[in-house]
């Protein structure tokens, strides 16, 4: 990767308070909204958007934490479908399809803290076990008749983690040299 690309740092505002849909009714009970938006709903949902956020779609951009300066939420590289080499398009391929078929074994981890409190599944490597922690038990109970599929799907887990690995690991290498030259 070249030192010579552009990187965007981006400070972010936080918008604590924000609700994309604040007139639907939610039932915090069971954590979901009560209906869906209304086309009008929507778009002044749109509005909002549309005033307080920007979408960020192209280039190299790190986000910083905007309680903290000296913390990165994230480091993106967007590169457009037609720039991918054929191995970057098998591994995005090979991660997809591990993760559309682990669904199956993960439970789906809620939250209503989300814009419209939806449900992802979550794979990951797990810090600790902190109170009000977001990833719980987030392997499925499935029947023994399904445990070959399960362990034939998690060993490879091992690809998936060296493909992540290296994409993070290219990453990082840039932003430290990136880093390095910026602070000479």
Same mark, same amino acid.
């Given at each position: 990767?070249?030192?010579?690309?552009?990187?965007?740092?981006?400070?972010?505002?936080?918008?604590?308070?924000?609700?994309?849909?604040?007139?639907? =009714? /939610? !039932? @915090? %009970?069971?954590? @979901? =909204?009560?209906?869906?938006?209304?086309?009008? %709903?929507?778009?002044? #949902?749109?509005?909002?958007?549309?005033?307080?956020? /920007?979408?960020?779609?192209?280039?190299?951009?790190?986000?910083?934490?905007?309680? !903290?300066?000296?913390?990165?939420? #994230?480091?993106? %590289?967007?590169?457009?479908?037609?720039?991918?080499?054929?191995? !970057?398009? %098998?591994?995005?391929?090979?991660?997809?399809? /591990?993760?559309?078929?682990?669904?199956?074994?993960?439970?789906?981890?809620?939250?209503?803290?989300?814009?419209?409190?939806?449900?992802?599944?979550?794979?990951?490597?797990?810090?600790?076990?902190?109170?009000?922690?977001?990833?719980?038990?987030?392997? @499925?109970?499935?029947? =023994?008749? @399904?445990?070959?599929?399960?362990?034939?799907? /998690?060993?490879?887990?091992?690809?998936?983690?060296?493909?992540?690995?290296?994409?993070?690991?290219?990453?990082?290498?840039?932003?430290?040299?990136?880093?390095?030259?910026?602070?000479?």
């Amino acid at each position: 990767m070249s030192t010579l690309k552009s990187i965007r740092w981006q400070r972010l505002r936080y918008y604590p308070k924000t609700r994309l849909y604040p007139t639907v =009714p /939610f !039932d @915090k %009970e069971k954590d @979901k =909204p009560l209906r869906h938006p209304t086309p009008d %709903e929507v778009s002044k #949902a749109c509005e909002l958007v549309d005033r307080k956020f /920007f979408l960020m779609n192209f280039g190299r951009v790190v986000l910083v934490d905007p309680n !903290d300066e000296d913390s990165v939420i #994230a480091v993106m %590289e967007f590169t457009p479908w037609d720039q991918l080499t054929e191995t !970057d398009k %098998e591994n995005l391929n090979f991660i997809s399809t /591990f993760l559309h078929q682990s669904k199956e074994f993960v439970n789906p981890v809620g939250s209503s803290t989300r814009s419209w409190g939806g449900k992802m599944w979550g794979i990951g490597w797990r810090k600790s076990q902190d109170f009000m922690q977001k990833f719980g038990r987030y392997i @499925k109970a499935f029947p =023994p008749s @399904k445990m070959e599929k399960f362990d034939k799907l /998690f060993q490879q887990s091992k690809l998936l983690g060296e493909i992540l690995g290296n994409y993070y690991k290219t990453q990082s290498q840039f932003l430290f040299t990136s880093s390095h030259f910026h602070y000479r």
